[in-house]
């Protein structure tokens, strides 16, 4: 009819004219504008500032607080320009290095070993959860007649600190790995090694990176525990010294150095996860 404008294709649906953009569903530009404003990073930011600054006024007000950031920070300064701190430092970091590494790799191949075979698991699980029970520094005075009281040491308690919580997680990954990926291997005549690197292996990685991350923190433990009970050098050492002079400034120095160094190691096994299993998406 003359002077009736027939309706655009669709618009009897309901559905947007030809041509026009659809728009989104309300509120979802809004709820991705506040996602950014509360990334994680911003909140753990705004977190450490707020903190910061109550610890400062703290201090600064009331004698029973031991000390505050700013004193701590002219502290660091001054063991950092002139003081054992680096070199006490880089000799946990070596040791934490070495050990973990060889953790690891005995964690690890233990791990898929007794969770692929019947025999190695029954005959080295008791061993396994009797040591990862038993408290390190008990084991302190008998390995330092074993191996002395320098380097070994560190890495010896480091190892046996990190060693069974990989062990235990690699070996129940193994054990869950989906039974029909298994089966669709074995049917399809794949070898026992086949399935360890196509099936078991990524089946068994969230596991694998979770004891991963529970054995570095207590490797970490592991070395201070060894540095301050028996080991001549090492921040554990500085910790004591600080300790028994009441050095309180000073004092915070390596521990904060020492938490920090934790949160490093920790983002980084996160970012080593994410490369290894695209397919899993981690939040951080």
């Known amino acids: 009819m003359s002077g009736v404008k027939a309706p655009e294709h669709g618009a009897e649906l309901g559905l947007p004219a030809s041509g026009a953009a659809a728009p989104g569903p309300p509120g979802r530009a809004a709820a991705a504008r506040r996602g950014r404003l509360t990334s994680p990073w911003a909140v753990r930011l705004l977190s450490v500032v707020v903190v910061t600054t109550v610890w400062e006024l703290l201090g600064r007000t009331d004698p029973t607080v031991a000390s505050y950031p700013s004193a701590i920070a002219s502290a660091a300064v001054d063991l950092i320009g002139d003081g054992p701190l680096l070199a006490a430092f880089a000799d946990t970091l070596e040791g934490l290095a070495v050990g973990f590494v060889i953790a690891a790799v005995l964690g690890v191949a233990i791990g898929y070993l007794m969770g692929m075979f019947r025999l190695v698991e029954v005959a080295l699980d008791p061993y396994v959860n009797a040591l ?28 046996l600190s990190a060693i069974f919580p990989i062990i235990m997680n690699v070996h129940i990954g193994t054990r869950n790995v989906d039974r029909d990926l298994v089966d669709t291997g074995r049917a399809f005549a794949a070898s026992r090694w086949q399935l360890l690197r196509t099936v078991t292996i990524p089946g068994s990685l969230p596991y694998v990176f979770a004891g991963l991350r529970i054995g570095t923190a207590k490797a970490l433990v592991g070395i201070i525990v060894a540095e301050m009970t028996a080991a001549a050098t090492g921040t554990g050492q500085l910790l004591l010294q600080f300790g028994r002079y009441f050095e309180t400034d000073k004092l915070f120095v390596p521990i904060i150095m020492l938490g920090l160094l934790s949160i490093v ?15 899993r998406r981690t939040e951080r």
Do not use: K, Q, S
């Not at 996160?270 to 397919?279: F, K, T, V």
């Open 265 to 279: 190691l920790v983002e980084a096994m996160y970012a080593i996860e994410r490369r290894a299993m695209p397919w």
């Open 132 to 159: 990862y029970a038993t408290p390190r520094i008990a084991l302190v005075p008998l390995l330092v007649l074993w191996v002395g009281i320098g380097f070994e040491l560190r890495v010896t308690i480091v190892v």
